[in-house]
């Protein structure tokens, strides 16, 4: 037996139907929530900045060692 391409007019219904379940509502986020988001994403952002300068600069002196 061949697959049957779907009829347009079913996806359409199944589309248009409401969801049984209601519709979805997201919890809204507090003020206190909302600014202790955006201290850690600024945390986290300081965070990659210093490690990445800590990465790229070199701790070594240009003097050479008498050995």
Do not use: W, Y
Not at 23 to 41: F, Q
């Amino acid at each position: 037996m061949t697959a049957q391409p779907e009829d347009p007019r079913t996806a359409q219904a199944d589309a248009a139907a409401p969801d049984p379940l209601g519709p979805v509502s997201l919890p809204k986020r507090g003020r206190i929530g909302a600014r202790a988001m955006a201290l850690v994403g600024t945390a986290s952002v300081a965070a990659m900045a210093v490690h990445f300068v800590v990465d790229n600069c070199t701790t070594h002196t240009s003097i050479q060692d008498p050995h």
